[in-house]
Structure formats: C-alpha cells, structure tokens
C-alpha cells in the first residue's frame, strides 16, 4: 500500500459499485453489532459503515438512535450511561428478521452493544471502515486529546489498523474539522459542500469546480426536498418528494479529479443499485449488503457485463 493514511476503497474501470454496509446492514441483522459484521462479511460487503457515540465516561461505542429504548433493552441516552453498563445490553432486543424471525436469543454475546475498540479489535485488518459520528467528537476535561483520536492512536501503537483504513462522516461539519485537525484522519466532504454541488449541477446544467483529489463525496439518489426562493414580496418555498439528484454528467462531474470517490446512500433496492451501477457510482450504502451483493453478482455473470467490483486500500 503505497500511503497507509489514505483509506481508499475504488472499483476498477467500468467495474460495478462497491457495497458498504450501512450499520454493519441494518436490514439483515442487528445493525451496529458484531452479528452484523459478522453477517456483512459473509455476504461480500467491500466496507463496513459503523455508527459512533460517546458513553458518559468518553468511551466510543457503536449505536445510532439517540435514546436505548429504540433498538436495546437499556433506557436513556448513550451518553447518560457508562461504557460498562452499555455493553451489558442486548442491542437485538426489538430486532425481527426480513422474515419475520427472531434469529438471536436474548443477551446473545454478537448483539451486545460493543465499545468502538472492541469491534476494531475483532475486525479483519484488510476491511475498510467509516465510521459516522453520531454525537459530538468533543475534547477531554483539561484541553486533552479528543476521546476518539486517543483511542485511534493507542490503538495504532499496537499494531491495531485504525487510521490508515479509517474514514470519518457526520451530518455536523464541525466533528469533520476537529477530526481534521490529526494529520492521519481522512474524512467524507461535509454533506452541505456535496448537497451545493448537487443542486448547483442539477438545476443549472453545469458543474462547479470537482472536489479535491482523494475526495470521498456521498449522498442520497433520490431525496425529499424543500426548494426556496427570494420574492420581492418574501421569500417562497415548494416541496420535490423523491427528487433524483444524481445524473450521469454530475457523476462524471465529480470524477473529473483523480481519486474522488461516488458513494450513493439509501440503495436497497435491485432498481436503485442498476441506476446507481449505469450513472457511474463507485460505491452505495446500503441496509442490505446480502441482497445487494447477489444482486451485483447477478449482474456481474450477465453477458452484457464482464467487470467485477474491486477494493484497494492503499
């Protein structure tokens, strides 16, 4: 790997999309946990997309909503209980299978709720990783290193792969820049810079200048939006439901610097991955890494097609 800081994860020329797993594949198993992982990797997912917070004593672990009660047997906030406590509880608690069964018996070690470095720990060390911070990536008491940043150097120091198959998300632009401020960290474009070049490419028929190389840029194909304008008698807005925000020149836009990487988020459907496949995406997140995976296998062995997906960390 010829620059161990820089998680890259590309698909070969005209090769099919990548498939990250959102939340381990939130859709196939307990998202979030090692049962998850465990299930993602089985199905051939290239990259994992685990969700961050902060217990209250700064230890980073994996869980998204806000309040335990939504997918655990915990009450409460993440941050109001102790990384101890919080691993102690059963993050499969309300999980039913696409099929309608209950796969995981209570308490069942793979859906406890695991610490950040428990999974980095467990997962192989070839796996590209992004990891979304969900709450924010404050400093330690004292002006110290930020918790996560801590973790990730320690980490590193034994030999534990972190930063150099590591990369960073949040819908808040401001755990990006703190993440930034450590020389190893690699982080998506903030979501607004993308949304603006989306809107900017789509509404206007041009691009604006393409990202930076070695950008990793993602959104939504389809999303509900609220469209505003200036009138001289104030300002008015109208509603697009499921507005297609990518085309293929936009793509081909962002693709116009060397090493930008395309995400398209909410793929779950055969549909969305082709559409996503034929604009020239590199990679889709998606809920279901299984289906996606046989579906692009599918795909791949049709006779109009000879390319598969490949991933290079590097």
Request: hydrophobic content about 40%.
């Amino acid at each position: 790997m010829s620059d161990r800081r820089n998680v890259r994860a590309r698909t070969a020329s005209g090769a099919l999309p990548l498939v990250i797993a959102h939340r381990g594949g939130a859709g196939e198993a307990p998202e979030n946990t090692m049962a998850a992982v465990h299930t993602a990797l089985d199905a051939g997912a290239d990259l994992l997309w685990l969700s961050v917070q902060f217990s209250a004593d700064r230890v980073p672990v994996l869980h998204r909503p806000s309040r335990l009660e939504e997918l655990t047997d915990g009450t409460g906030t993440v941050g109001e209980h102790t990384a101890r406590a919080l691993t102690r509880l059963d993050a499969a608690r309300h999980f039913r299978h696409p099929n309608g069964t209950v796969p995981y018996p209570p308490h069942d070690p793979l859906t406890a709720l695991p610490t950040l470095e428990a999974a980095l720990r467990a997962l192989p060390p070839y796996l590209p990783v992004v990891l979304d911070l969900k709450s924010p990536t404050r400093p330690a008491p004292a002006g110290g290193p930020p918790p996560l940043t801590s973790l990730l150097d320690r980490l590193a120091g034994e030999g534990v792969p972190t930063w150099s198959r590591l990369l960073f998300y949040s819908t808040r632009d401001a755990d990006l820049h703190a993440l930034r401020a450590h020389p190893d960290a690699r982080t998506f474009e903030p979501r607004g810079t993308t949304r603006t070049r989306l809107l900017r490419a789509r509404l206007s028929g041009g691009f604006p200048h393409p990202p930076a190389p070695g950008t990793w840029a993602g959104f939504e194909l389809r999303r509900d939006l609220v469209v505003g304008e200036c009138c001289a008698l104030g300002p008015g807005s109208g509603k697009v439901p499921d507005a297609m925000l990518w085309d293929r020149p936009t793509v081909d836009g962002f693709h116009e610097c060397p090493d930008v990487t395309v995400v398209f988020f909410d793929i779950d459907t055969r549909e969305d991955f082709a559409t996503a496949a034929a604009l020239g995406a590199d990679a889709v997140l998606t809920d279901v890494p299984a289906a996606m995976t046989a579906y692009r296998s599918a795909l791949a062995a049709s006779p109009v097609r000879d390319s598969a997906p490949t991933v290079t960390v590097r």
